[in-house]
């Protein structure tokens, strides 16, 4: 089970009121750095835009291919250890807008990870050091430190060592 926290919302869907929980100015703010470091080139000012500007926690020598999403809203609820790598349009999201409900979730990625390309990470997820996720895979559950794990829905594919 993923780690997240729920708030149950009255009246219309949760989306439709997204800005009682974030300010419109966070949204647009963070959805211009989060645009900005999609397409940089540059891996040492990408990081900083994710570290500095949107205060994700992000390891040395961490790269994000091009186009990766990370969550518009709340960024600040992701954390990426050193040397691992998050694929090309890969997102990250940390919310989920409902009907009834919204939930929020950190993501942790630990040190050592390769996330293949065309991946969605769920809220609160953890993903354990040395971990190899498949390209395309959604990952709805915790994956255990060196694990390779793939597909939707998301399963064990090898243990590594």
């Not at 540059?42 to 790269?63: C, D, E, F």
């Not at 694929?87 to 990625?109: A, S």
Request: net charge positive; aromatic share 10%; charged share 20%.
């Amino acid at each position: 089970m993923r780690n997240v926290e729920r708030y149950p919302v009255e009246g219309p869907n949760a989306l439709w009121q997204v800005y009682r929980t974030v300010s419109r100015l966070k949204a647009v703010r963070n959805f211009i750095f989060i645009q900005a470091a999609r397409y940089c080139p540059s891996l040492p000012v990408k990081n900083w835009i994710y570290r500095h500007a949107l205060g994700m926690k992000v390891g040395k020598q961490t790269a994000f291919a091009l186009m990766v999403m990370v969550d518009v809203f709340f960024p600040e609820r992701i954390e990426v250890g050193d040397n691992s790598v998050i694929g090309y349009n890969t997102t990250i999201l940390t919310h989920e807008y409902l009907i009834k409900e919204y939930r929020l979730g950190y993501v942790k990625i630990g040190e050592g990870v390769l996330i293949g390309a065309n991946t969605t990470i769920l809220p609160g997820v953890t993903i354990g050091d040395g971990a190899v996720v498949a390209a395309g895979s959604v990952v709805h559950k915790d994956v255990p430190a060196g694990a390779f794990v793939g597909g939707n829905p998301l399963r064990r594919l090898e243990t590594r060592t």
